[in-house]
């Protein structure tokens, strides 16, 4: 049972553009929502989070926006680049449960020039 | 700054045998965590330590065995490995603060 589900495997974007990838949860209780990107041979690296209390933060090109009665996320990058392309992966925490993260499956993101 | 350090960074192991992956930071971390990585599953949770002398399971800890050696390592065993634990693993800490992830160790399986 998926409890944080990403539906579109893969995006392929022109360079300049808006890139948004969209991710879905089941379980109502999740109180902060973070996104990861990862590059080819490496870790997952912190992007941006949102709590869920809040329906919006941005942090110079990347904007996370949450739809809690929708029980929808999603990451808005402009204008995208090159070097944004990577895997992002959503993920959701409980409450008191920090570093327990449930992922969903990733987004390949290709930023063409 | 080293962050959050894994060895090996790949392995090959026949069905059965045993081995353990080493995960190191120095970043101060009061929580650890392993996970792997599967195509199409995203990161799933094996197992973690809250705190140093502490661990619990995850979502899926059946064949693995930890040990949070001190507070800066915290080290994966698989006992009697099987091909179903071909996989990516991450080790990761935390502190008031997101997970900051290793760059993993690639385990094949035969």
């Known amino acids: 049972d998926q409890q944080v589900k990403q539906n579109s495997p893969s995006l392929s974007v022109q360079e300049g553009r808006i890139s948004i990838l969209n991710c879905d949860y089941t379980n109502s209780m999740f109180d902060y929502f973070l996104w990861y990107k990862k590059y080819p041979a490496e870790g997952p690296t912190f992007l941006i989070s949102?709590?869920?209390?809040?329906d919006k933060n941005e942090d110079g090109r990347f904007t996370v926006f949450l739809n809690k009665s929708a029980k929808h996320l999603s990451l808005h990058i402009v204008p995208s680049q090159p070097g944004d392309s990577a895997v992002y992966f959503c993920a959701a925490k409980l409450p008191a449960s920090y570093g327990k993260l449930t992922f969903g499956q990733g987004t390949i993101l290709t930023v063409h020039p | 700054n080293a962050g959050v350090t894994q060895t090996p960074k790949f392995q090959v192991l026949k069905t059965g045998q045993s081995m353990t992956l080493q995960c190191a930071q120095d970043m101060n971390h009061n929580s650890m965590y392993w996970y792997r990585q599967d195509p199409g599953m995203g990161l799933r949770l094996i197992y973690y330590s809250a705190s140093e002398g502490t661990t619990d399971k995850g979502e899926v800890p059946n064949g693995y065995n930890v040990s949070r050696l001190n507070k800066r390592e915290f080290s994966l065993r698989l006992e009697s490995a099987a091909p179903s634990q071909t996989s990516v693993y991450f080790c990761?800490?935390?502190?008031?603060?997101?997970?900051?992830f290793g760059n993993g160790t690639r385990l094949t399986v035969t």
């Open positions: 949102i709590s869920s209390i809040k």
């Open positions: 990761a800490g935390a502190s008031n603060s997101p997970l900051h």
